[in-house]
């Protein structure tokens, strides 16, 4: 237990459909990070927040976008789905500042179906 | 860019040692390691610094080599429960594609 919650577990879409999925980070926790994980692939960093800014962006196009609140709430929306956006997303966070060595505690994960 | 993992896969009997490899085409400050059991989020296990500090789990050990842009996991007289997929990478970089481990009795 991780103590990070993601929201749906499982999800199916249909392409051109916009999906939010959501991530409850550990209480104290500023940052937070997406990642998408497809079938036998390592996560690939998507997009990163602290206290509610975007803090860095991966090799994905705007249509990939975040949100995070002042709870400790995150939540990554994906505009005019894809059927490559199917995988496993999920959320970490940490308490240090962005870039810093802290440990990320992931969430189980949302696995996202497009057909 | 990703970080290179090798080799893909690994079967171990218990008590065996292996080690896991990582490269990097970018200059890492720090490497961060995680295992993934199968339908599970990834948990966190080691994490490497410049400089030579090293956090983390006391029964797998870890070297990390900044000018080689290098980092090597080593598993110990290996348990059951060290199977799963072995992921190295840094936060805000993408992981590499995994070492998957199998420990038999």
């Known amino acids: 237990e991780t103590g990070v919650t993601q929201s749906p577990t499982h999800l199916i879409k249909t392409r051109g459909q916009q999906v939010t999925l959501r991530c409850s980070s550990q209480?104290?926790?500023?940052?937070v990070s997406w990642y998408q994980q497809a079938l036998g692939q390592g996560p690939q960093f998507i997009f990163q927040?602290?206290?509610?800014?975007?803090?860095g962006r991966g090799n994905f196009p705007p249509r990939f976008s975040g949100l995070q609140f002042p709870n400790y709430s995150s939540e990554l929306n994906v505009n005019a789905l894809e059927l490559d956006d199917s995988a496993l997303y999920l959320c970490?966070?940490?308490?240090?500042?962005?870039?810093?060595?802290?440990?990320?505690?992931f969430g189980p994960g949302t696995r996202l179906t497009v057909l | 860019q990703q970080p290179v993992q090798s080799p893909q896969a690994v079967i171990l009997r218990e008590g065996e040692d292996a080690v896991i490899n990582c490269s990097s085409s970018?200059?890492?400050?720090?490497v961060h390691w995680y295992r993934q059991k199968h339908g599970e989020a990834p948990i966190f296990l080691m994490i490497?610094?410049?400089?030579?500090e090293q956090k983390g789990h006391d029964k797998i050990s870890a070297s990390f080599n900044e000018k080689k842009q290098q980092s090597s996991l080593y598993l110990t007289a290996s348990q059951l429960s060290y199977s799963g997929t072995y992921f190295c990478?840094?936060?805000?970089?993408?992981f590499g594609a995994g070492t998957t481990v199998t420990v038999r009795a």
């Open positions: 970018k200059a890492l400050y720090s």
């Open positions: 490497l610094l410049k400089g030579g």
């Open positions: 209480s104290g926790h500023n940052t």
């Open positions: 990478g840094t936060p805000k970089l993408s």
């Open positions: 927040y602290y206290r509610e800014e975007e803090n």
């Open positions: 970490a966070s940490s308490p240090g500042l962005p870039g810093s060595t802290d440990t990320q505690y």
